[in-house]
């Protein structure tokens, strides 16, 4: 990324407004050619454009610009953000045309009968629908159960096969922080029996 400031010409503006530096350190802090500058400066430039104050958003300090003005040959030197873009994508929902749509129901069912260890609430996360149907599903009171034939989601393209890893990596951390639980549930309880 170049270090020019937000709004080169608005600062510019601003800069030739406001402030008794040189035209070349103007143009080098807001990467202009030095004639732009003094276009700015005698009115035939940037016409019409709002100067853009740089100490207000941040990227200049009074301090800097009063040194570089006592000094024609020091540059301005930019404030550096500690703002931090970044570039970890968002998973966005895909679009599931209607055609699919009709196979999340299937494929709640399949997830219910190949990997018992998820919980409704993973199973319709990851395919779809709501939980009351992810259960109802599985206590066969859904209003369609005779009709569902178990598909596979992964082939049916609802998610990844990471996705399905994941979701089954988490159930089973769960399962092992539930039994630990437990045991120690049952420690306490022994030991209070014993005291």
């Known amino acids: 990324m170049s270090n020019a400031?937000?709004?080169?010409?608005?600062?510019?503006?601003?800069?030739?407004?406001?402030?008794?530096?040189?035209?070349?350190?103007?143009?080098?802090?807001?990467?202009l050619h030095d004639v732009e500058v003094q276009g700015i400066a005698d009115g035939e430039v940037a016409k019409g454009i709002k100067a853009y104050n740089p100490i207000i958003s941040g990227q200049l300090t009074r301090e800097e610009i009063e040194l570089s003005s006592k000094d024609e040959n020091?540059?301005?030197?930019?404030?550096?953000?500690?703002?931090?873009?970044?570039?970890?994508?968002k998973k966005i929902k895909k679009y599931i045309p209607l055609s699919k749509r009709q196979d999340k129901?299937?494929?709640?069912?399949?997830?219910?009968?190949?990997?018992?260890?998820?919980?409704?609430?993973?199973?319709?996360?990851?395919?779809?629908?709501?939980?009351?149907?992810?259960?109802?599903?599985?206590?066969?009171?859904?209003?369609?159960?005779?009709?569902?034939?178990?598909?596979?989601?992964?082939?049916?393209?609802?998610?990844?096969?990471?996705?399905?890893?994941?979701?089954?990596?988490?159930?089973?951390?769960r399962i092992k922080r539930e039994k630990k639980q437990k045991q120690k549930g049952k420690e306490r309880l022994s030991q209070q029996a014993n005291n």
């Open 105 to 173: 129901p299937d494929s709640a069912l399949w997830l219910i009968r190949q990997h018992t260890i998820l919980k409704d609430s993973q199973i319709a996360k990851m395919v779809g629908i709501t939980k009351n149907s992810v259960t109802s599903i599985r206590n066969k009171s859904y209003w369609n159960y005779n009709n569902l034939n178990p598909k596979d989601p992964v082939a049916l393209n609802l998610f990844t096969q990471k996705d399905l890893i994941e979701a089954i990596e988490k159930a089973e951390r």
């Open 5 to 31: 400031p937000l709004m080169p010409m608005a600062t510019a503006v601003w800069l030739v407004e406001n402030t008794t530096l040189t035209f070349k350190q103007i143009a080098n802090f807001c990467k």
């Open 74 to 89: 020091r540059q301005l030197q930019i404030k550096s953000t500690d703002i931090e873009i970044s570039n970890i994508e």
